[in-house]
């Protein structure tokens, strides 16, 4: 099975510090994704990889940053986190873009609060 | 904009009963489709999809989806609600090209009471 791994289930952090959000995946997938999601907004997309240290902004990126320098490797930056970046945080993986009705698995998701 | 659209916040149904959740889609092409569930303080677990074929989908648990393209819908459905089959349920479509992203629906809460 797929496994999407993300390290920190719950962090309560300070307005103003960085945090950083670490997502693993087992499953050689070239693409990887961050999502937010809200009540009643649903999942926003953060920001997604295609491949090792390249990224592309989804839609709503600011106040976040993303680093991919190992293929299973996804992180999410918060540079200054503030309270309106409370939020459930998901990642997700996939194979390869150009077949792009393959399933994309979550993790399980990290669940940020700042205070 | 390319969007889904869950016209339903929540969803109330007796167990044994028949449920559809339903989801619409604006997305220009032949996009794939999406069912997801995610139970509290989880992540998203997938249900099913639609790539291309027989308009009736079926997954895990039990649930079906019917893919209409002229309505460009994809409701979800399944023949008789468990109350286990309560939770948040999201539909996403990934538009069919390369280095494109899942656009979710706001969700739905399906309630299966006893």
């Known amino acids: 099975d797929v496994k999407v791994t993300q390290s920190s289930r719950y962090l309560v952090k300070r307005t103003g510090e960085k945090v950083f959000l670490e997502c693993v995946q087992d499953?050689?997938?070239?693409?990887m994704f961050w999502y937010r999601q809200d009540p009643g907004l649903g999942l926003r997309l953060i920001y997604f990889?295609?491949?090792?240290?390249?990224?592309e902004k989804g839609d709503i990126p600011e106040g976040y940053s993303v680093s991919r320098e190992k293929k299973e490797r996804f992180s999410l930056i918060l540079e200054s986190a503030s309270t309106n970046q409370t939020s459930m945080y998901l990642c997700?993986?996939?194979?390869?873009?150009?077949?792009?009705?393959?399933?994309?698995?979550f993790g399980e998701g990290s669940w940020l609060t700042v205070v | 904009a390319q969007s889904v659209a869950q016209p339903e916040d929540q969803v109330n149904v007796a167990e044994g009963n028949p449920l559809t959740v339903k989801c619409t889609y604006s997305v220009s092409g032949n996009p794939y489709l999406f069912w997801y569930v995610q139970y509290p303080n989880r992540g998203l677990q997938f249900l099913l999809k639609y790539i291309t074929g027989d308009n009736l989908v079926k997954g895990s648990y039990g649930f079906e989806a019917e893919f209409n393209k002229s309505q460009t819908s994809f409701h979800l459905k399944k023949p008789s609600a468990l109350v286990s089959d309560s939770a948040l349920y999201f539909c996403a479509v990934r538009p069919n090209q390369a280095g494109t992203a899942l656009i979710f629906g706001k969700g739905t809460t399906l309630s299966v009471s006893s």
């Open positions: 997700a993986s996939t194979p390869s873009g150009a077949r792009s009705g393959n399933t994309i698995y």
């Open positions: 499953m050689d997938h070239e693409n």
């Open positions: 990889s295609y491949d090792v240290k390249m990224k």
